[in-house]
């Protein structure tokens, strides 16, 4: 379908020009330069970016850009005349990605399901990608961003201070944490326990997360080891290979655990592409086994008038029974006058702007004037502009453009894809990072009329100094978190006001109740983003109009955490997992509660702060823990589990299970819940033919809140099983209460394992570790002869080591061995993480072994340790974990690395396998 629409394009004919009016002859002048780039397109670069288009033509024609002085094209050109790009395909294949590896290209992630390829190229290829049959479109990559408020990058006058290097972040997280090693200091916890009574809440309802799983999806979690030494954190699961780059992932689980300390705790990055977010918001839930997921992210792309592929990962995991927040967003609403969104339907203004172009559209509603600009304000720069229209993603044939031109009129950016029947509605700009009297002109090049939705993300409309009026409509807050199944959450400070600004001239910003609690006469943040929001489209592209109500309730933000950057931690950002977190508690005295009865507690409860009633800015008002919980009845729930089993066996008073023999075995219970588990009892069963065990039940009586008792069972081994077949336990533990019956499998050995090892070395050539991408280098090892294994390690090896960069006798050779995740899975599937962004700006690995054995975990490294060499345990899971099934077969060990710059090879490793004594 696509390849015949495309077969059949013609040149692109503008809608009939009208007199110009209220416009520069430059302006005129400049905007015909591009429509002119427009018009000549050929149809595979019909399928490429329009931003990447300019930037080709600029870097072979000098005099594409003779026209345009001061325009930029807004696309980042790296080392080698490569540019970041989105490629939407057919379909996800080895085709297509060895394609793309084959012109030059770096794979840096890829979504099956998404059908999207993000990846580094060359610019020079962009053409010869896009002609490809199974590839839809080449993007240049979709941005994102979170909503957080930087109080030490922003000043009053919001100039960003200079970022720290790769080196210096990685050295100043080191610090850290080598200070929580050797000092112990109070662990902070942030103002939003108090403020939303989660504290009492806890002590009234004697709740604390318990039995929940509370997730979080935001940048990274590289001072996650950092965190937990400093007593901030516990373990966190953290979707393997998708701990992402950065720190505000982990002061978001910092709130969360300030306020659930007991709950479990999981992590994703959603910032390898729109795709890739999706694909982990359904991991979370589907793999990690996640009740509570919360983010803080915005996609450019994502459509205020159609549920994106972002939203409906939301609904999906919703559907299954995860409670949903996002955070609605700092984008400034219209009561605060902080907001730099309009929406309304395009008037055509009779204002031709360009030969070719079709007409402007009229901002002002008075009949009598017209205004074919809307201003930004001083400090509107460098922000993501976006364009949306109400027209289906994908089935666009409205073509609509966006330009920003400057107070004398010169064109400084521009979108102006071509809409042709199965492009999206949808452009997008950056503002410079410096200029004055910057305006917006939205024309369209020809089609329908259709409702326009213009934001400009941590931007302002604002009156110019030339007598331009702004023009700002409620509803900026759009995309995932407008989703059906997601809880926006709008914010409320906590405790101290916001330390600067958002522009010269502001009032002053709201402070917080702390010590106190949430009250009426709370404030908002000037910043928050309103709502609602309209729209237009189902899922599928099929006609559904809806306004759904946007924000949904409101949480504290500008609350403490031990995160450099981070503390105090303002935005939506902060406020979502405050939110998510009160969640956590009303699921850990209800456990049976649906998301629907989880989003009804909070919302019935809520403390109007706003307009009275339910409103566009704060929704139902600022939410209570305390209230929540007594709306709920909550309870505290207990959480029996049954524990590793210990061995006797009755025959010669060994450790291991053997043939022909029975054992006594040791089956702990340990209550880590918040009640008393009640009348309790395990169920000792096992699905292996032939093991018998007696009795099959044995009653543990009542347990209390973190006390473990033991009771034993007799399992017998046929004399025809040998050494290396596998028992398999499974225990359920019934108790009284919701959260019961509690099941675990436990995995034991038949036989003594041996203390002999096979050895199995890769010895293949130096496999690149490709730069920033989740691809990595993969190693096989395949692994015959030794059936069941009873113990298993992993070597990075080497001859000789060094530090040197591109050293060729280390195992690994890697400039910044704090880039790279390494991961070991066996034949079964079942996957170890050995180390994971660990190591900082150390260089290369060699002559290391990790074993479950070691005294320290790699997380604990320091890049002064370099070259690193020793024994280490893995940084998640066990080797003992990869010993079910058969251990013949190919194992695979994978590298990948998680930022850019930095590269380097896997050249040696090995697998040391034991078995069982015959």
């Excluded at 919980?629 to 299970?657: F, M, W």
């Excluded at 065990?693 to 209390?704: D, M, T, V």
Aim: charge should be negative.
């Amino acid at each position: 379908m696509l390849l015949a629409t495309l077969g059949t394009i013609t040149p692109v004919s503008a809608a009939p020009a009208k007199s110009a009016k209220e416009i520069s002859d430059v302006t005129a002048k400049q905007i015909s330069a591009l429509q002119d780039i427009k018009k000549s397109i050929t149809k595979t670069e019909s399928k490429v970016d329009s931003a990447l288009v300019v930037e080709q033509r600029r870097r072979s024609s000098v005099g594409t850009m003779s026209k345009l002085p001061d325009l930029k094209t807004g696309v980042e050109v790296q080392a080698g005349d490569t540019v970041l790009v989105d490629i939407r395909a057919e379909k996800v294949g080895d085709d297509l990605l060895n394609a793309i590896r084959g012109g030059g290209g770096g794979v840096r992630s890829f979504s099956v399901e998404g059908a999207t390829v993000r990846a580094q190229v060359p610019l020079s290829q962009l053409s010869k990608i896009a002609e490809r049959g199974d590839v839809k479109r080449v993007e240049a990559a979709v941005g994102a961003i979170t909503a957080h408020l930087d109080v030490s990058k922003t000043t009053k006058s919001k100039k960003p201070r200079a970022e720290l290097s790769k080196d210096a972040k990685a050295k100043q997280i080191e610090a850290k944490a080598r200070q929580a090693l050797i000092s112990v200091q109070a662990v902070k916890t942030g103002e939003g326990d108090r403020a939303h009574a989660a504290d009492t809440a806890r002590a009234q309802f004697h709740v604390t997360g318990t039995g929940v799983k509370l997730c979080a999806l935001s940048d990274g979690v590289s001072s996650l080891v950092a965190s937990q030494a400093a007593g901030e954190l516990p373990d966190v699961d953290v979707l393997t290979g998708q701990g992402g780059s950065g720190d505000e992932g982990t002061a978001m689980l910092e709130i969360l655990h300030d306020l659930a300390p007991n709950a479990a705790l999981g992590f994703a990055t959603a910032f390898n592409g729109d795709a890739s977010f999706a694909d982990n918001i359904k991991a979370l839930r589907f793999q990690l086994g996640c009740d509570v997921i919360v983010d803080d992210v915005l996609y450019f792309n994502e459509s205020p008038f159609q549920d994106g592929i972002i939203a409906r990962a939301v609904d999906a995991v919703t559907a299954d029974g995860a409670v949903y927040f996002s955070s609605a967003g700092n984008e400034g609403n219209v009561a605060e006058g902080t907001s730099g969104h309009w929406e309304g339907n395009f008037v055509d203004s009779g204002v031709s702007i360009g030969k070719f172009a079709g007409s402007a559209h009229d901002f002002d509603p008075n009949p009598n004037a017209k205004q074919v600009f809307n201003p930004l304000s001083a400090n509107s720069t460098n922000v993501p502009v976006t364009l949306f229209w109400s027209d289906p993603l994908g089935q666009s044939a409205n073509d609509y453009d966006l330009y920003l031109t400057n107070a004398q009129g010169a064109v400084v950016a521009f979108s102006q894809n071509p809409q042709e029947g199965t492009q999206d509605p949808y452009e997008r700009i950056n503002t410079p990072a410096s200029g004055s009297g910057l305006r917006l002109a939205v024309v369209k090049f020809r089609g329908e009329d259709r409702y326009l939705a213009l934001s400009a993300l941590g931007g302002r409309f604002k009156d110019s100094t030339d007598g331009l009026k702004k023009f700002v409509t409620p509803g900026v807050t759009r995309g995932h978190s407008a989703a059906k199944g997601a809880i926006s959450v709008a914010a409320a400070p906590a405790a101290s006001a916001l330390p600067f600004d958002l522009e010269p001239g502001d009032p002053a910003n709201p402070k917080g109740p702390y010590p106190g609690t949430f009250t009426s006469a709370s404030k908002l943040e000037r910043f928050t983003s309103d709502g609602p929001r309209k729209v237009f489209f189902n899922a599928d592209g099929t006609p559904g109009a809806e306004t759904r109500q946007k924000p949904d309730l409101t949480a504290a933000d500008g609350v403490t955490t031990s995160v450099s950057g981070f503390n105090p931690f303002f935005g939506t950002s902060a406020a979502a997992p405050n939110a998510a977190a009160i969640a956590g508690l009303i699921l850990s005295g209800n456990p049976t509660l649906t998301p629907a009865e989880v989003k009804e507690a909070l919302t019935a409860t809520a403390i109007d702060i706003a307009e009275p009633g339910t409103d566009n800015r704060s929704g139902v008002g600022v939410v209570l823990a305390d209230r929540a919980l007594s709306y709920t009845g909550a309870s505290p729930q207990a959480l029996a589990t049954a524990q590793k089993p210990t061995i006797v066996n009755d025959a010669d008073g060994s450790q291991y299970l053997k043939p022909g023999t029975t054992s006594t075995v040791t089956v702990p219970v340990l209550n880590s819940g918040d009640g008393t588990a009640a009348s309790t009892s395990v169920v000792l069963t096992t699905p292996t033919a032939g093991v018998t065990i007696a009795p099959r039940s044995k009653q543990y009586g009542n347990i209390e809140v973190g006390q473990t008792v033991t009771n034993t069972f007799k399992v017998t081994v046929p004399s025809t099983f040998v050494p290396g077949d596998q028992v398999k336990l499974d225990a359920r533990v019934s108790f009284s209460g919701s959260t019961s019956p509690t099941t675990k499998s436990f995995q034991l050995g038949v036989g003594e394992p041996s203390r002999d090892f096979k050895h199995f070395a890769y010895t293949g050539p130096a496999i690149p570790i490709p730069d920033n991408s989740t691809v990595g280098a993969t190693v096989s090892i395949p692994v015959t002869g030794v059936g069941r294994a009873s113990k298993v390690t992993f070597s990075v090896d080497g001859d000789t080591c060094t530090a040197a960069d591109a050293a060729t006798t280390v195992g690994i050779d890697h400039t910044f061995v704090g880039d790279l995740v390494g991961t070991l899975t066996s034949p079964t599937g079942q996957t170890a993480t050995l180390f994971s962004r660990s190591g900082a700006a150390g260089n290369n690995l060699c002559k290391v072994v990790f074993d479950d054995a070691a005294a320290a975990s790699f997380s604990t490294v320091t890049s002064a340790l370099a070259p690193f060499t020793g024994s280490w345990k893995p940084t998640t899971g066990t080797l003992g974990g990869l010993t079910t099934g058969s251990a013949d077969g190919t194992w695979t060990f994978k590298v990948t690395d998680a930022a850019g710059t930095d590269v380097g090879s896997v050249r040696a490793v090995s697998l040391h396998l034991a078995g069982y004594v015959s």
